[in-house]
T-cell receptor
Framework: GAVVSQHPSWVICKSGTSVKIECRSLDFQATTMFWYRQFPKQSLMLMATSNEGSKATYEQGVEKDKFLINHASLTLSTLTVTSAHPEDSSFYIC???????????FGPGTRLTVL | GENVEQHPSTLSVQEGDSAVIKCTYSDSASNYFPWYKQELGKRPQLIIDIRSNVGEKKDQRIAVTLNKTAKHFSLHITETQPEDSAVYFCAALSGYALNFGKGTSLLVTP
């Protein structure tokens, strides 16, 4: 149980284009989903928290207009990196939980490379 | 906000020895402390967690201890095996967010 999937697993795009990453909880309903970014050999940095049907809460320093998050259902959240630039290249990982104070289960991550 | 410090950043042990990783946190309201294992290019996998009403928890070769007064918690791996080699992250839940330590790269040599 508690399986979280992400799609795509990797993507290469040109600078200036937008990329959408999907995060799905496959066998449970995730009231809360979290988006993290991880640069090589670094820790996971929380970008934003999304709750189904409401606006995402962004961490300080994360541009909400650049990283669009939609949590349309209890099993799906999407992160769109708009007008991507090479510095946005990173490993993006989502996690899902059934409550804010509960265990988080991580997706397999999406490696984004912006040329 | 919560600040989680993790030490050491790298740890090399021989197979069969024990490994200990320590973390400290700053928010006294934190009440949930998970440990994750991450292999290169893969997702973090929850290996053990502890809540603030418990001082110690054990699962086979892995144990976690929590000292709420001192605001530190530790991961103990006994009888280490080469497949234990990975990066380990501690985290502390503060409010709605998990705050991660910087990670410990554990290498178990045969």
């Amino acid at each position: 149980g508690a399986v979280v999937s992400q799609h795509p697993s990797w993507v290469i795009c040109k600078s200036g284009t937008s990329v959408k990453i999907e995060c799905r909880s496959l066998d449970f309903q995730a009231t809360t989903m979290f988006w993290y970014r991880q640069f090589p050999k670094q820790s996971l940095m929380l970008m934003a928290t999304s709750n189904e049907g409401s606006k995402a809460t962004y961490e300080q320093g994360v541009e909400k207009d650049k990283f669009l998050i939609n949590h349309a259902s209890l099993t799906l959240s999407t992160l769109t990196v708009t007008s991507a630039h090479p510095e946005d290249s990173s490993f993006y990982i989502c996690s899902a939980g059934t409550g804010l104070a509960d265990t988080q289960y991580f997706g397999p991550g999406t490696r984004l490379t912006v040329l | 906000g919560e600040n989680v410090e993790q030490h050491p950043s790298t740890l090399s042990v021989q197979e069969g020895d024990s490994a200990v990783i320590k973390c400290t946190y700053s928010d006294s309201a934190s009440n949930y402390f998970p440990w994750y294992k991450q292999e290169l290019g893969k997702r973090p996998q929850l290996i053990i967690d502890i809540r603030s009403n418990v001082g110690e928890k054990k699962d086979q070769r892995i144990a976690v201890t929590l000292n709420k007064t001192a605001k530190h918690f530790s991961l103990h791996i006994t009888e280490t095996q080469p497949e234990d080699s990975a990066v380990y992250f501690c985290a502390a839940l503060s409010g709605y967010a998990l705050n991660f330590g910087k990670g410990t790269s554990l290498l178990v040599t045969p």
